[in-house]
C-alpha cells in the first residue's frame, strides 16, 4: 500500500509533538518534515511530492490561509487550529478536514481516514495477515491483529495482550477500538476490549480468555449478552 506523504507547518512544539505522534501511530503515513512556519515549507514543496499538509492557522511571516492562497496546485490539507472561526474559510479551499485543538487522536483517525479507501484501511502483509505499528519506546512494534487475545486500558496508556508478547503503548482505549477497524475487537468494560474470537466463556458479569477473566461492565452488559450469544 502507498503511504501518504506528508509534513507539519506549526510553531507551537508541544502542537507540532502532538501531531508528530499521531502520525507515528498510523501505518500509511509518512511524516518527511516538521516546519514552524509556511515560508520554509516552499523549497519541499517544489522539490518533492508531498500529499498532505498538516496546516496551523496561526503561524509567523505567514498566515496559513494566506499560504493556501499561494498555492497553484496545493496538496491535500488537514487545518489544525484552537480558532473556529476560520474553518468556513478554510473549506473555500477544498480542504480535507479542520481539526480543533485539543483533539485526540480518534478525531484525527477519522480525518485522515477520508484520504483512503476503505479497503486500503487495513494493513496486510504479504501473507495477508493484517497487523497495526505500534509506538513503543520510540520504536514501532508490530502486532498481528488475530493474535490479540484482549486489551487493558491504564489511563493514557494501553496494554495489548497476545499469546506471546505484551504492548505497552499510549492509546486511550475508544481511540485504540477505532486504530484497530476491526469488528471483531469489541468494548466490554470501560478498561478493557476484547478479540471475540479468544473468548473460552463468559458468563453475565464476566469473560475467560486464555485463563484470565475480564470484567464485563454494567452499562456493557446487555449489548454484550445479545453480541456473543449472536455470535
Known sequence: MKKISCIIIEDEPIAADIVQSYIAQV??????????????????????????????IHLPKLKGIDFLKTLTKPPKIIITSAYE??????????????LLKPFSFERFLKAVNRLQK???????DTDDKQHRFFNVNKKMVKVYLDEILYVESLKEYVKIY??????????QLGELLVFLNDTNFIRVHRSFIIAKNKINSFFADEIEIAGQSIPIGRSFAVSIKKELENK
Not at 518527511?32 to 498538516?54: H, M, R
Open 85 to 98: 472561526q476560520y474553518a468556513l474559510q478554510g473549506y473555500e479551499f477544498e480542504i480535507t478536514d479542520y
Open 162 to 171: 497476545t499469546k506471546e508478547k505484551n504492548v505497552v503503548t499510549k492509546f
Open 27 to 56: 501505518s500509511f503515513l509518512q511524516l518527511e518534515a516538521v516546519f514552524t512556519d509556511a515560508i520554509s515549507a516552499f523549497e519541499i514543496l517544489n522539490n518533492k511530492p508531498i500529499d498532505l499538509i498538516f496546516l496551523d
Open 118 to 124: 476503505p479497503v486500503e484501511l487495513l494493513v496486510t
